[in-house]
């Protein structure tokens, strides 16, 4: 009887996704191309002035999963309308620092999960479905993803973030009214690394 349990326990083991998606180099697979892409799909709330169910999706693109760029686009569910696209830099440093320190020790999702808090910096077009009232913003944003599957090019997340948008009434470029708004998210992400020659041996 123990050696069949010992023998399910090392099947089961050797096919769940944390052993096998547990690289001994730290890498999990970041290094089997020079761009991260990734997808999103997030919800939660916004305080636009009051709180209101809101949806934000986003495509990133990182070089060697540490920094890059976002597109997106958040809006409102209910209460005053609120949308607006962005586009931001997107930086996460903790990768390469806690890995060439050899930080890297495991469990996956906990490297991964640390190496993956970041900030994004950027500019918003602030409702760019209307015809009046239109204008520019500030975006800050941060968060982290926490792993739910590691392959060895791909990943699943579950994404924690949160985002301010800065447009108020004085700002030359905005909408002429306080349009700024905090947003708190959580949804999920699909991230596949590629090769696009961003880096070369010399």
């Known amino acids: 009887m123990?050696?069949?349990?010992?023998?399910?326990?090392?099947?089961?083991?050797?096919?769940?996704?944390?052993?096998?998606?547990?690289?001994?180099?730290?890498?999990?697979?970041?290094?089997?191309?020079?761009?991260?892409?990734?997808?999103?799909?997030?919800?939660?709330?916004?305080?636009?002035g009051a709180w209101s169910g809101a949806g934000s999706v986003a495509l990133r693109a990182r070089a060697l999963d540490m920094v890059g760029v976002v597109l997106g686009y958040d809006r409102a569910f209910s209460g005053p309308r609120f949308d607006y696209a962005f586009a931001a830099v997107d930086f996460r440093p903790a990768f390469f620092a806690r890995w060439s320190l050899d930080l890297e020790h495991g469990p996956g999702w906990l490297d991964l999960f640390l190496d993956s808090i970041g900030i994004e910096l950027?500019?918003?077009?602030?409702?760019?479905?209307?015809?009046?009232?239109?204008?520019?913003?500030?975006v800050l944003g941060g968060g982290a993803d926490l792993p739910l599957y590691i392959g060895d090019r791909t990943a699943?997340?579950?994404?924690?973030?949160?985002?301010?948008?800065?447009?108020?009434?004085?700002?030359?470029?905005?909408?002429?009214?306080?349009d700024s708004a905090?947003?708190?998210?959580?949804?999920?992400?699909?991230?596949?690394?590629?090769?696009?020659?961003?880096?070369r041996a010399r």
């Open 2 to 48: 123990r050696a069949l349990v010992l023998s399910a326990l090392v099947i089961l083991s050797a096919s769940s996704p944390a052993s096998a998606q547990s690289p001994p180099d730290g890498v999990y697979g970041r290094l089997r191309g020079d761009l991260s892409l990734s997808v999103e799909v997030l919800g939660g709330a916004a305080d636009t």
């Open 182 to 199: 905090v947003e708190l998210l959580a949804g999920v992400v699909f991230r596949t690394m590629v090769g696009a020659g961003l880096t």
């Open 122 to 138: 950027g500019a918003a077009w602030i409702r760019p479905g209307a015809t009046d009232a239109t204008g520019v913003g500030f």
């Open 156 to 178: 699943w997340s579950l994404r924690l973030a949160g985002r301010y948008l800065s447009a108020k009434p004085w700002d030359a470029q905005g909408t002429g009214r306080d």
